[in-house]
């Protein structure tokens, strides 16, 4: 089975700074994927960045990276020179590899809070 | 990126009725998945809809109570039935899309539901 946490109910962070957001994850699978995705007050599902578990580098997407440190099982998410608009739910969540693709397990979330 | 429409976007339901759900995608995938949402919850995936033969459901959902059809590779429904106020959530329709690597799921813009 698979476990995504996040221990941050909420973060708050000042516009234009960095923040990080974390996610730790469980699994026994060795080929597996990890996803950030936002979800704004309207309900949407936006997805920002993937890191396959055999991806050497961290990904990054625009503004931001995910800081994969698979030893520790961990899949930090970093958002730089923050906005405004980056107020909203954040999820951390991943799939296995093989047929299980499509089946996303999600942690509890993160509420972020971009102050001006 | 993917192009996933949902219908209807919200609805406010009866106790007792039922209500399907229409998620349409803008080209062929081949698997496609139904979450739920709770309120102030994460999201929890219900089944998983292949083309040409039965939903595969998770452990809590039962095809009685949410039955699935994907009539062909750009459309599927959820129905949910016999509702009762617990049932009120977002619902989502997601696809994978890309090589089969895994490293694309998008998800449709929800359909917000309440059950009086």
């Known amino acids: 089975a698979q476990k995504i946490t996040q221990t941050q109910p909420g973060m708050f962070v000042q516009e234009k700074e960095a923040v990080t957001l974390d996610c730790t994850y469980d699994t026994s699978d060795q080929s597996y994927g990890l996803f950030w995705y936002k979800q704004p007050s309207s309900g949407e599902m936006i997805f920002l960045i993937y890191q396959g578990s055999y991806d050497e580098q961290n990904a990054t997407e625009g503004r931001y990276s995910l800081n994969f440190q698979k030893a520790r099982k961990s899949a930090n998410l970093v958002i730089s020179a923050s906005q405004l608009g980056d107020s909203a739910m954040y999820f951390c969540?991943?799939?296995?590899?093989?047929?299980?693709?499509?089946?996303?397990?999600f942690g509890q979330g993160t509420i972020l809070t971009v102050h001006p | 990126s993917a192009v996933i429409s949902q219908k209807p976007s919200r609805d406010i339901c009866q106790r007792g009725t039922s209500l399907t759900i229409q998620c349409q995608v803008d080209?062929?995938?081949?698997?496609m998945f139904w979450y739920r949402q709770q309120p102030g919850q994460s999201l929890t995936l219900i089944a998983t809809?292949?083309?040409?033969?039965?939903?595969?459901?998770e452990s809590g959902f039962v095809i009685d109570k949410f039955p699935i059809s994907r009539p062909n590779l750009t459309f599927s429904t959820l129905t949910v039935s016999n509702m009762s106020p617990e049932d009120s959530s977002i619902y989502l329709c997601s696809v994978e899309r890309g090589s089969g690597s895994g490293n694309e799921q998008f998800f449709g813009p929800g359909t917000r539901l309440t059950v009086l």
């Open positions: 080209s062929q995938v081949t698997m």
């Open positions: 809809a292949n083309q040409g033969s039965e939903a595969t459901y």
């Open positions: 969540a991943m799939n296995a590899g093989g047929t299980s693709y499509g089946k996303l397990t």
